[in-house]
């Protein structure tokens, strides 16, 4: 049974940083292509950032490119996103996501969600 937890979510002042964690069990992480996506209050669910399972590719959204990182740790089987110069726009519930492929698939095609981490960035 797959399961992806995350955490590290809370309240940070614009300009700020964040770190969240995603622990995925019941997966072969080094093979297991991992993603960040986002809801925002009223919107739909946005994707934000992915790496292949052996970490060579990443992909990020325009919104967040060259301010959140995604990172993976072989070691510990954790995958993180380093969240940097935070905006209010950034305010939203972010999910974990694995697919059952090494490389990053289409952004519809994640076949395991964790239950969210809410980021709240104040003005």
């Known amino acids: 049974q797959v399961q992806l937890v995350e955490s590290g979510g809370g309240l940070v002042q614009a300009g700020g940083s964040l770190k969240l964690s995603c622990e995925p069990s019941?997966?072969?992480?080094?093979?297991?292509?991992m993603a960040w996506f986002r809801q925002a209050p009223g919107k739909g669910r946005e994707f934000v950032a992915a790496?292949?399972?052996?970490?060579?590719?990443?992909l990020y959204s325009d919104s967040v490119k060259d301010r959140f990182f995604i990172v993976r740790d072989y070691i510990k089987k954790l995958v993180y996103l380093q969240m940097n110069t935070l905006l209010p726009e950034d305010t939203a519930v972010y999910y974990c996501?694995?697919?059952?492929?090494?490389?990053?698939?289409?952004?519809?095609?994640?076949?395991?969600w964790g239950q969210g981490t809410q980021v709240t960035v104040s003005p």
């Open positions: 019941g997966v072969i992480f080094s093979t297991t292509a």
């Open positions: 996501a694995a697919a059952r492929t090494e490389v990053i698939p289409g952004t519809s095609d994640y076949d395991y």
């Open positions: 790496m292949s399972g052996s970490g060579i590719s990443s």
